[in-house]
């Protein structure tokens, strides 16, 4: 994916004025409209003007925007940090529809570029729409929130620090920050929202302030891997203890338990721990993906042991089921 960088398609510095940007979108607009140009390629212009457009107008587009840095060059190629959103607030604007000058030449989100669609896309919190509310009352404003997974199984209570983004009566763009605090209710899952009621948008001159939706990310964990309320583990375990079965201690989210592995199991046979994944109505499960890992034959003693089952178990093919089986039906 390639990076875009707005500022330079619209011709203005980082330190724009949100006026600065709008009459350098007009002016650029008229030149590259595709009803009256005569410039070349105007139609992928003009629509490369009104995706800058679409994010630098939006105080709170732009400022997450910024947040990437402005090392990246145009067309160099570019992966968003999947925390990039962290510690912003947004408003539920919704509806991902840029609509510019142009009436008829206006494009949805999707005819953006990728670029655009894995930052400001309906999968994040700028295509998220807040629900309707009364004319007097405040927008709802969404963030994100990062926790580890034994939050999201035990619960807790976190502050965090928020920035909010503003236009100055000057037109240049400022990040206010507050800090809110929240509970998190154990069992919480990946995606899940966290409502803070009366702490979004306060309406001018009074009136029912918005709510503040938190969205939960779960971090990758080194153990386990998380899906719904269901986590797995890949357990290893030594051949003896799959050939001939063996009761081992496997770790949970919940503390460590004993489990029966079964005599001739396999590497890649998954076993359930009912219950212990995340919390909820019904708790989660815990899988537990068998990996059997071979001792090294490191010295002359386990050598000689691997020489030994060579001579006795010598007729076991490992690879019995890779044969070709038997074409059938007369085929060639």
Not at 7 to 21: C, F, Q
Not at 52 to 57: G, P
């Amino acid at each position: 994916m390639e990076y875009r960088d707005y500022y330079k398609v619209l011709g203005v510095a980082r330190t724009a004025t949100a006026e600065d940007i709008k009459k350098s979108y007009r002016r650029l607009a008229r030149k590259y409209h595709p009803d009256v140009s005569k410039e070349k390629d105007a139609e992928q212009k003009f629509k490369e003007l009104q995706e800058a457009y679409e994010v630098l107008k939006d105080p709170e587009k732009r400022a997450a925007y910024d947040q990437l840095g402005s090392d990246w060059k145009s067309g160099q190629q570019f992966r968003p940090p999947p925390d990039w959103a962290s510690g912003f607030e947004f408003s539920g604007g919704g509806g991902g529809r840029a609509r510019g000058a142009g009436g008829a030449h206006a494009f949805e989100d999707e005819g953006f570029s990728d670029f655009f669609s894995s930052l400001f896309g309906g999968g994040s919190h700028f295509g998220a729409t807040g629900r309707r509310r009364q004319p007097q009352s405040g927008r709802d404003h969404h963030a994100r929130i990062d926790i580890d997974l034994e939050e999201a199984f035990g619960g807790g209570t976190r502050t965090l620090d928020l920035k909010r983004p503003e236009l100055t009566g000057e037109g240049t763009l400022q990040l206010k920050s507050h800090t809110v605090r929240v509970t998190i209710p154990a069992g919480v899952s990946d995606g899940q929202l966290i409502r803070l009621a009366g702490q979004g948008e306060t309406p001018p001159g009074g009136g029912r302030a918005g709510d503040l939706y938190l969205e939960v990310h779960v971090r990758a964990h080194r153990l386990f891997q998380l899906e719904g309320r269901d986590v797995t583990l890949t357990l290893p375990v030594a051949p003896w203890e799959a050939a001939l079965g063996a009761t081992v201690t496997v770790p949970t989210l919940g503390g460590a338990v004993d489990m029966q592995v079964p005599a001739g199991a396999q590497s890649g046979q998954k076993l359930r721990l009912r219950g212990r994944g995340l919390p909820g109505s019904p708790p989660g499960d815990e899988y537990v993906q068998l990996k059997v890992v071979l001792p090294p034959a490191s010295s002359p003693g386990a050598q000689a042991l691997y020489e030994e089952m060579r001579a006795k178990l010598g007729s076991f093919d490992p690879r019995a089921e890779l044969q070709a089986a038997p074409r059938g039906g007369g085929a060639p």
